[in-house]
Structure formats: C-alpha cells, structure tokens
C-alpha cells in the first residue's frame, strides 16, 4: 500500500444493524502503522471521526488490479501536515483477496448505448445515476418500456483519470424498475458474465471517482 492509495472502510457500531461505510486516503505510514487523513461518509459526503479502539475493515486496489480488504483498528489521532488517524498496518497474511460483485458503488454520469438481447425494445441511449462493479442505474428515457430478468447489452466509455478512455461492451439483465415522484424512471441493473480484468477496470473507475469528490470535500475546509 503505497502513499495516496484510497481505502474503503467499512464501520458497524455495537448495536447498530448498518454498516457504515467510508472512503479515506493513506498520506504516510511507517512499519506498524497507517496514517489516513479523516474519512468521509459515503452517504452524508461529511468527514466523521471513528472512535479510538474502533474495529473495522479497510479495502484497496493493488498493483494487480485485484481488490485487498484487511481488518484493522483505529490506534490514535496524530498531527502530520494535515490532522490524520493511525490504523494498524496488516501483516501480509491478513490481506485476503477478494471477489465481491458489487464492491463500492459511485454517483457517476456515464455516457452509455443500451440494447435489447431479442428486440424487444428500441436501442436508445442515456446516462447512469450510478455504477459499481456489480451494476448500474440508469435513466430511462420517456417512452421505453423496459422488463425485468431480460437480458441486454450495455455500450460504455469510462473516462479514466490519467485521461484514458475504456470502451466496454457489456451483457446484463434489469433487475429493479422505479419510477420516482418527479417522472423520472431509474432501471437498476445487473452485469452478467462480466470478465474479472473488466469488472477490476469498473472498480477503478468508482475508486478514481470517490477520490475526485474526496479532493473537492477537501476545498471546502
């Protein structure tokens, strides 16, 4: 774990059913421990601070592109350029490699083309309201009826951060239709045999995307 990796951190309280879930950055670290600056809510967008003696999984893309989650505890505060947390640093055989289909999950406008397996539905194109390794929702434009456990395709170009761009041809299949209050129809989808290189290049992009809004939380204080 290399200075500037991003961590996904995922936090249950005593008592509490949910898992919290927050996104942070390593700025140093030494040979026993990890100095993070503060994490930021995946929900509310706000920084927070974890309990000292708090247990909790912590998660990051390596070199090979795989995702690595360890368990970890919150030791102390600490003054660096910027007021940071120590987290235990992990010995190497508590790294577990892991396969999670749906790993983190990104506000993001996608440009993508969709269509039908078995013409059912005329090719249109729009944008998702959200993407994860695991799926997407996105905005159905007026006068596209869509149904459920259909299978699709889903033409995408994901802007990487370096400048890249990927192109992706995707199978999928919906799995949840809402029409919201305000006209808008959201259609939640599910990819399906998605190659492992492509769906770690998706979990790129959402770990590319967390970072940018964590730069701009930043600006704000």
């Known amino acids: 774990m290399k200075i500037g990796t991003l961590l996904q951190l995922e936090y249950k309280m005593d008592g509490v059913s949910e898992v919290l879930k927050y996104y942070c950055k390593i700025i140093d670290r030494n040979d026993r421990y ?11 967008k706000k920084t927070e601070l ?3 003696g708090a247990h909790f999984f912590a998660a990051y893309i390596g070199k090979d592109q795989s995702v690595y989650r360890f368990r970890t505890e919150l030791v102390s505060k600490v003054s660096l350029n910027i007021p940071a947390l120590a987290i235990k640093l992990p010995n190497k055989e508590d790294l577990k490699r892991i396969q999670r289909r749906e790993f983190v999950r ?4 996608v440009d993508i083309a969709v269509y039908s397996d078995n013409n059912s ?3 249109f194109t729009t944008v998702t309201d959200d993407i ?3 799926g997407m929702s996105i905005i159905v434009p007026d006068g596209i009826n869509l149904e459920l456990s259909k299978d699709i395709w889903i033409w995408m170009v994901l802007e990487m951060y370096n400048g890249e761009y990927q192109y992706h041809n995707i199978k999928a299949v919906f799995v949840h239709i809402n029409k919201l209050n305000r006209g808008i129809c959201i259609a939640s989808l599910r990819f399906t045999a998605l190659k492992q290189e492509i769906r770690q290049q998706i979990i790129r992009y959402c770990f590319e995307k967390q970072r940018e809004a964590r730069k701009k939380e930043l600006q704000h204080f």
Do not use: R
């Not at 100095?35 to 930021?40: C, G, K, L, M, N």
């Not at 990104?106 to 406008?109: E, L, T, W």
């Open 34 to 44: 990890l100095f993070i600056d503060y994490p930021v809510n995946e929900k509310t």
């Open 50 to 52: 974890l309990p000292k």
């Open 106 to 109: 990104v506000k993001s406008a």
């Open 121 to 123: 539905f005329s090719p």
């Open 132 to 134: 994860s390794g695991g």
